[in-house]
């Protein structure tokens, strides 16, 4: 079962503490959910004891210490392929930059 948290204590930069969280590892992607529903990525760089450092992928900007969850997916970032891929743009988290279809992907990699 996923979890999600409310207690993101600071934010610096691309960097974010999520204090009181339990069975979350090294490299998990999570995502940040903001008030108005927009949902960003992040990845785990550190656990110590019950706090996590996360990496965001997206800007911090509009992030409400308050207001916001943070919820660890249990897995690593994947990438879904295919050879509809070839000749395509992508941005740095796989998602189609060229305004072209989505990717129906044929398997997924672990980045």
Excluded: H
């Amino acid at each position: 079962m996923i979890k999600e948290y409310k207690s993101i204590s600071e934010v610096a930069g691309p960097l974010m503490l999520v204090k009181d969280v339990e069975g979350v590892s090294y490299d998990e992607l999570g995502e940040i959910i903001l008030p108005s529903g927009e949902v960003r990525q992040c990845k785990v760089l550190e656990v110590n004891g019950p706090n996590a450092l996360v990496q965001l992928f997206e800007s911090a900007a509009g992030i409400n210490l308050l207001d916001s969850k943070v919820r660890f997916l249990g897995k690593g970032i994947e990438l879904g392929v295919s050879e509809d891929m070839l000749g395509r743009v992508f941005d740095g988290l796989g998602r189609p930059n060229d305004n072209g279809p989505e990717i129906i992907p044929e398997k997924y990699l672990d980045i």
